[in-house]
């Protein structure tokens, strides 16, 4: 019997009319995952909890607002998470050293999913690997431009000009 293709959208939009299940549904089958984003990038599973709290919460208020003419619904829900954890991380006053498990960290298997699931995915080949590997430390990760350039073994300058037009190319590819 083949996999059932959990719709998103559909989830998004019951949520909008105010279907508790639907939100429901949506935590179950993504919770781990994205609680997964928000531990690499607050690198504390008490806070990332918090986080996914707090992103489950924004979803479900503000998931009138989603437009799919602008990205995946399950992209939203990841952004509306990953901001969340960057802004815990901002406000909390914490500059979080590179551990040495953190170098071994691989990208998740989550956002390959993401990634083949859309344009994004092409858009994101056609970039050299190296910028690729930058955006996706930054932008999945939650990586600072200098945790890059350390990790990378890259000058600051060279990590945040490929950041900076690898971003153009990606808006350029998606539009």
């Not at 299940?21 to 909890?49: C, F, N």
């Not at 990953?82 to 498990?101: I, T």
Request: proline content about 3%.
């Amino acid at each position: 019997m083949p996999e059932t293709v959990f719709d998103y959208e559909a989830c998004l939009l019951a949520c909008a009319r105010g279907e508790p299940l639907a939100l429901r549904r949506l935590y179950q089958q993504e919770s781990s995952r994205l609680l997964g984003v928000a531990v690499r990038i607050v690198r504390d599973k008490a806070l990332a909890e918090d986080v996914v709290h707090d992103a489950f919460i924004k979803v479900w208020n503000g998931a009138a607002g989603f437009d799919p003419h602008k990205g995946s619904a399950r992209g939203w829900v990841y952004s509306v998470t990953r901001h969340l954890a960057l802004n815990a991380v901002r406000s909390n006053g914490r500059e979080v050293p590179l551990g040495e498990e953190h170098e071994t960290v691989e990208h998740s298997d989550t956002f390959e999913y993401q990634a083949r699931s859309g344009r994004i995915y092409r858009c994101l080949e056609q970039l050299d690997p190296g910028r690729r590997t930058c955006i996706l430390h930054a932008y999945v990760d939650g990586y600072s431009h200098s945790e890059i350039a350390h990790k990378l073994g890259t000058p600051l300058g060279t990590v945040k000009a490929w950041i900076k037009r690898s971003l153009a190319a990606l808006r350029e590819c998606m539009a």
